[in-house]
């Protein structure tokens, strides 16, 4: 027994296909004997042996990609770590469960095993659901988005508003995928002037969240676009994995620019949505909402267009009804004397004219008289002449201080010289008096101290004399 991927069946998930040598079935034979087997009867015939040999049996599993059909039906798939087997649940006993599948549901499902003949995919067909809990992934989700929102990067005022106009907008998505197509053609249809840069990345799989998280850096690095959409279409729950990824949901809350998140379909939510600056139901509706404002005002030009549009034709309407039932007498009374307001008018503002030409020419005049003045001001001869007259006074002034410093000083000199004169011992000796030297060239001032027989000395105002002492009176 073998297994291989085929094209995808009701639930989203590969069909199982079984070899067995051993199933009793009639088969045609060609000449060589060999047995050949026509594909419906091959297929029946696996369906006919699983059916009887798992008729009722319970399987164990976390249940993913739950799809519900118009019709009432249920189909999702039971994984674990090794398999994935998908599972329909009909409408009837669907009504009938107490506990509803949903994504994440770590579940216990009885039912028969059988192949989807017009697929070849083998099935679960399920008859109850006993529900044992979260699944590893809705639980490591839980956990996940407990930790980042107690951090506070799911708090609304730490969230960036959108540009009302963006210029450029940088997507991070597949392009090979219908995601990238979508978003291009609701763009263009609603902004046809905005680009759009496309970071291509893988976003499925293990490199995915590394991937999609190097885009927003890189746009936040480069400067080139106005706000950021990581987008990709909707899977299960482990096909959205890359999204419920720590590493891209710190890269969307260190974003400096602002990130759209448009992931998976209206039901699906992923911690990106969460972090990011808005969450967009779809990629389509993601490029809705970046265009927004954009639309609107297109919408309202065009409204406005065709108010414009219609106003003019009612307005012809109701010009060419009053010019029908005007005469041609009338008609051309009206247009003399339009013609002849027009006339009044145009001579009112040649007036006006005329006067505002002569009020800006006195104006020019004074502005060119007064720009004369200052330029003679400043001309280099005058400032030359007024340097002039300023070292002359510069002159007089210096004169007339040093003079006065002369006077000052000769004054001082005579003053001092009076003084001086007052003082010296050449005037008491003018006024006839004597100063007398013994022989030892000393001021004699008592006669005790002279003995008969010493010369002395007499100097005189004018002069001096030679005695010799005969005789001393103490």
């Known amino acids: 027994m073998r297994e291989r991927n085929a094209d995808p069946g009701p639930s989203g998930q590969g069909s199982f296909l079984f070899k067995n040598e051993d199933l009793h079935a009639e088969a045609n034979e060609d000449a060589t004997g060999r047995r050949t087997w026509a594909v419906g009867e091959l297929v029946r015939v696996v369906r006919q042996h699983i059916e009887r040999d798992y008729a009722d049996v319970w399987v164990e599993g976390e249940v993913s990609n739950l799809r519900s059909a118009p019709s009432g039906h249920k189909y999702f798939t039971l994984k674990d770590g090794e398999a994935q087997l998908p599972?329909?649940?009909?409408?009837?006993?669907?009504?009938?469960?107490?506990?509803?599948?949903?994504?994440?549901?770590?579940?216990?499902?009885?039912?028969?095993?059988?192949?989807?003949?017009?697929?070849?995919?083998?099935?679960?067909?399920?008859?109850?659901?006993?529900?044992?809990?979260t699944g590893s992934l809705q639980e490591a989700f839980e956990k996940l988005k407990l930790k980042l929102g107690a951090e506070g990067l799911f708090a609304e005022e730490r969230k960036k508003p959108l540009p009302a106009f963006p210029h450029c907008v940088g997507i991070v998505t597949s392009p090979s995928g219908a995601v990238i197509r979508d978003f291009l053609n609701v763009t263009g249809r609603r902004h046809a002037a905005l680009d759009v840069l496309i970071y291509p990345a893988t976003v499925q799989g293990e490199t995915a969240a590394a991937e999609i998280a190097q885009g927003i850096l890189y746009f936040n690095q480069a400067k080139t676009v106005d706000v950021i959409v990581?987008?990709?279409?909707?899977?299960?729950?482990?096909?959205?994995?890359?999204?419920?990824?720590?590493?891209?949901?710190?890269?969307?809350?260190?974003s400096e620019l602002p990130v759209v998140s448009a992931v998976g379909h209206e039901t699906d939510f992923t911690i990106a949505d969460f972090v990011a600056d808005l969450r967009a139901p779809t990629p389509s509706a993601a490029a809705e909402l970046i265009t927004a404002q954009q639309h609107r005002v297109e919408e309202r030009v065009e409204e406005l267009s065709q108010r414009l549009v219609r106003a003019c034709r009612y307005k012809l309407m109701m010009a060419t009804e009053?010019?029908?039932?005007?005469?041609?007498?009338?008609?051309?009374?009206?247009?003399?004397?339009?013609?002849?307001?027009?006339?009044?008018?145009?001579?009112?503002l040649q007036y006006r004219l005329e006067t505002a030409i002569g009020r800006c020419e006195r104006k020019a005049a004074f502005t060119a008289q007064e720009l004369s003045a200052r330029l003679m001001r400043h001309e280099p001869t005058q400032k030359l002449q007024s340097y002039r007259d300023r070292v002359v006074q510069i002159e007089k002034r210096l004169f007339r201080s040093a003079w006065a410093v002369f006077e000052s000083r000769r004054n001082q000199f005579a003053s001092a010289r009076a003084q001086l004169t007052t003082l010296s011992?050449?005037?008491?000796?003018?006024?006839g008096y004597a100063v007398i030297f013994n022989e030892r060239g000393e001021v004699a001032r008592d006669a005790a101290q002279l003995s008969p027989g010493e010369i002395l000395t007499a100097r005189l105002a004018k002069g001096s004399i030679t005695s010799t002492v005969t005789d001393v009176h103490a």
């Open 87 to 133: 599972v329909v649940l009909f409408k009837r006993q669907a009504q009938l469960l107490r506990t509803q599948p949903r994504d994440g549901l770590h579940a216990r499902v009885r039912g028969k095993v059988t192949v989807y003949e017009q697929r070849g995919q083998m099935q679960l067909v399920a008859e109850t659901l006993e529900e044992l809990g």
């Open 322 to 348: 009053r010019f029908s039932r005007l005469s041609i007498a009338a008609s051309s009374a009206r247009v003399r004397d339009a013609l002849g307001r027009r006339q009044q008018g145009l001579d009112e």
């Open 230 to 254: 990581i987008a990709r279409g909707g899977g299960s729950l482990e096909d959205l994995a890359p999204f419920n990824s720590e590493l891209l949901a710190r890269a969307i809350a260190r």
């Open 425 to 431: 011992p050449l005037s008491v000796l003018g006024r």
